[in-house]
Antibody, heavy 119, light 107 residues
Framework: QVQLVESGGGVVQPGRSLRLSCAAS????????FHWVRQAPGKRLEWVVA????????DYADSVKGRFTISRDNSKNTVYLQMNSLRPEDTGVYYC????????????WGQGTLVTVSS | EIVLTQSPGTLSLSPGERATLSCRAS???????LAWYQRKPGQAPRLLLY???SRATGIPDRFSGSGSGTDFTLTISRLEPEDFAVYYC????????FGQGTRLEIK
């Protein structure tokens, strides 16, 4: 069955970096795009970034552009989110989601990993 | 940015009752680009409907969706105990945004 497992979350100081991973199984990884979506405490879900099936196309929310980088390794069935220059407002649960294309809804989601940016 | 506003914020019903959840968009969107999700505590969001009314794989037929333009509805015809959760609408026509959620709780 389709499984997405996020990891890499934790507590980090403002200005520091963190890398999240999303390990996928149960389907042909290289055929799908992926999104990262986050939810800050008490806020609605916020789309962060998307990557195409082959990594050639990426799209970022303005709030993270220039600070976050999405990538994928199709040999490891894993999507990454490199988060630099973290801010307190980046705190939240980060979910990865599989999508038919980078412009489409996520049909399977992971359970999320918590990122806390605090001094 | 397209803002999605869901109502009510919380809906208190009993098993067996009918639930009607609303999602209003700040501008017209094609129904092709509207989805609904269910999320339970500690679990991954689960896709229920896409294209406003098409059920995702494995979703029971008590879940249905309708709407067009700016107003969309998720209906659960007869609530089962496992349906009590938070529901989100989501548009993917113009970037990606989500509603703030409707909490469906047991009365």
């Amino acid at each position: 069955q389709v499984q997405l497992v996020e990891s890499g979350g934790g507590v980090v100081q403002p200005g520091r970096s963190l890398r999240l991973s999303c390990a996928a199984s149960g389907f042909t990884f290289s055929s799908y795009a992926f999104h990262w979506v986050r939810q800050a405490p008490g806020k609605r879900l916020e789309w962060v970034v998307a990557i195409s099936y082959d990594g050639s196309k990426t799209d970022y929310a303005d709030s993270v552009k220039g600070r976050f980088t999405i990538s994928r390794d199709n040999s490891k069935n894993t999507v990454y989110l490199q988060m630099n220059s973290l801010r307190p407002e980046d705190t939240g649960v980060y979910y990865c989601a599989r999508a038919r294309s980078s412009g489409w809804y996520g049909d399977y989601w992971g359970q999320g990993t918590l990122v806390t940016v605090s001094s | 940015e397209i803002v999605l506003t869901q109502s009510p914020g919380t809906l208190s019903l009993s098993p067996g009752e009918r639930a009607t959840l609303s999602c209003r968009a700040s501008q017209t969107i094609s129904s092709t680009y509207l989805a609904w999700y269910q999320r339970k505590p500690g679990q991954a969001p689960r896709l229920l409907l896409y294209g406003a009314s098409s059920r995702a794989t494995g979703i029971p037929d008590r879940f249905s969706g309708s709407g067009s333009g700016t107003d969309f509805t998720l209906t659960i015809s007869r609530l089962e105990p496992e349906d009590f959760a938070v529901y989100y609408c989501h548009q993917y026509v113009n970037s990606f945004t989500f509603g703030q959620g409707t909490r469906l709780e047991i009365k």
